[in-house]
């Protein structure tokens, strides 16, 4: 596995008993969460049989710090305090076991918050959390120089205007910031105070995750004039677009048996920052962000694939290479192969990733999907 920016490592500790500067830091929420499977959401005043219960440690930043630990990148968290109580207690062992540097503040203030999702094998997910604003206050007193020394900050916009403190940190010290803007590019004011601080900018809107091209187009479009250097709009199983300069990326989500979406927007990210990170091309970094997000969803919980595996599933993920002119967005290439100098064509484990993708994919879209090259319509 290649160094991220020279601190990726599998270890976080070096012989030294030195703590390597975390290349990821998450800010944000902290709260357990039991994630319940079901093979369906049942109706008003019925009950559903859950299949699997697991734990993991919520909200987004921190789903990203504990999945890049799990592949090996040094994370830290910068989050909300939790209470001095056994479940907080929880939150902080789980972080620490996993690798993910910095403090976790307890307080007895109030108890630590707890989320609760139900997924059913469509892919849907309800959840419950509780999210109040003394919580969340927590973060406008946390200790941010974790930051001077990362090389990205991610940040969640449902966090309102705490957020605005550790994205003017980042920007004092250079530090890119990845934004999750989901709907919040709605707000114009919203995106006019942000825009400036925001490197990579991650954000959906409901009608692009119905297929609906124009949306996605429109929003990438409202994304990149706003000053943001990479725009990504992301589509559930349809997959995702990513804009970056003069470079359009279309890619498709393989087909998989959804049996846990919930952490699949998180995952996404995850992918995506780890590319990143590695310094990948925009191509591969998206790949390997859709390819990571698919496997998640085909089992509940959150415990990672390993890269190689999905590196493997990267290689099978449909893409389009689309131009901007004339105010529209024109496909020119369709990719059913990787670049010669991709660093997910070089892995090892080819035959291993083609076996995973037999188990997750359509046998029809497999046998299809042979290595060819691109073909220019």
């Not at 357990?32 to 734990?55: F, R």
């Not at 007193?141 to 705490?162: C, E, P, Q």
């Not at 470079?247 to 992918?271: H, L, N, Q």
Request: glycine letters at 8%; proline letters at 4%; hydrophobic letters at 40%.
């Amino acid at each position: 596995m290649s160094m991220i920016c020279g601190r990726l490592s599998n270890v976080h500790i070096m012989a030294t008993k030195k703590i390597i500067p975390p290349a990821y830091v998450g800010f944000g929420m902290l709260t357990p969460v039991y994630i319940m499977s079901l093979d369906q959401l049942p109706k008003l005043n019925t009950g559903a049989i859950v299949h699997e219960v697991s734990d993991y440690v919520y909200d987004d930043a921190a789903i990203i710090a504990c999945n890049l630990s799990q592949w090996g990148v040094s994370t830290a968290m910068i989050g909300t305090a939790v209470g001095n109580d056994l479940l907080g207690h929880h939150v902080s062992d789980t972080l620490k076991k996993l690798g993910v540097q910095g403090k976790v503040r307890f307080t007895k203030q109030y108890k630590t918050p707890l989320e609760v999702n139900v997924s059913d094998k469509k892919g849907a997910r309800t959840y419950f959390w509780q999210r109040t604003p003394q919580i969340l206050s927590t973060l406008d007193t946390a200790d941010l120089s974790l930051i001077k020394r990362s090389n990205l900050l991610y940040v969640d916009w449902y966090d309102g205007d705490h957020i605005v403190r550790a994205m003017e940190e980042a920007k004092k010290h250079h530090v890119p910031v990845f934004l999750n803007f989901e709907h919040g590019h709605n707000h114009p004011e919203l995106l006019k105070r942000y825009s400036g601080m925001v490197t990579v900018c991650q954000a959906v809107t409901d009608a692009a995750q119905l297929g609906k091209k124009q949306a996605m187009l429109g929003t990438a479009r409202k994304l990149i004039k706003s000053g943001i250097k990479t725009a990504i709009i992301t589509m559930a199983s349809q997959g995702c677009m990513a804009v970056q300069g003069d470079e359009i990326i279309r890619a498709y989500a393989p087909k998989v048996k959804a049996v846990d979406a919930s952490g699949a927007g998180a995952t996404f990210s995850s992918g995506y920052i780890y590319g990143y990170l590695n310094g990948w091309s925009l191509e591969d970094t998206v790949r390997f962000a859709i390819a990571a997000a698919s496997l998640k969803v085909t089992r509940s919980g959150l415990e990672m694939f390993p890269v190689s595996e999905i590196k493997g599933l990267a290689r099978l993920v449909r893409i389009e290479r689309m131009v901007y002119r004339g105010d529209q967005f024109h496909t020119i290439r369709r990719l059913l192969t990787l670049p010669p100098n991709s660093p997910l064509i070089n892995n090892p484990l080819v035959k291993e990733s083609q076996k995973l993708a037999e188990k997750i994919l359509p046998k029809k879209k497999v046998e299809r999907k042979k290595i060819k090259r691109s073909l220019v319509e």
